[in-house]
Nanobody, 114 residues
Framework: QVQFVESGGGLVQPGGSLRLSCAASGTDARLYAMGWYRQAPGKQRELVAGITLGGTTNYLDSVKGRFTISRGGAKNTVYLQMSSLKPEDTAVYHC????????WGQGTQVTVSS
């Protein structure tokens, strides 16, 4: 019933910026802590950024100062603003609750390459 639809990914050069969007249906994202996760080829999925019910944010050390997670005006939207992108940021990015719900969306591909 709960669905997450990610968008905004693409191919960017190192140092570039990208804004990812997450639309959650079947639930109100403001009722749960939410997070952005990513999975690179051959690697395990990792939590990149999270936002709690109280609005407290947390980030993976490698993205601190570069990524910002936020909730939009709509009750079911979550964003991830990414700047100063690096090749190691290349991965499929997913949004989900934190801790995550069993079902994952298709994610959005972010490729950082020159």
């Amino acid at each position: 019933q709960v669905q997450f639809v990610e968008s905004g990914g693409g191919l960017v050069q190192p140092g570039g910026s990208l804004r990812l969007s997450c639309a959650a249906s079947g639930t109100d994202a403001r009722l749960y802590a939410m997070g952005w996760y990513r999975q690179a080829p051959g690697k395990q999925r990792e939590l990149v950024a999270g936002i709690t019910l109280g609005g407290t944010t947390n980030y993976l050390d490698s993205v601190k100062g570069r990524f910002t997670i936020s909730r939009g005006g709509a009750k079911n939207t979550v964003y991830l603003q990414m700047s100063s992108l690096k090749p190691e940021d290349t991965a499929v990015y997913h949004c989900n609750s934190m801790p995550p719900y069993n079902y994952w969306g298709q994610g959005t591909q972010v490729t950082v390459s020159s």
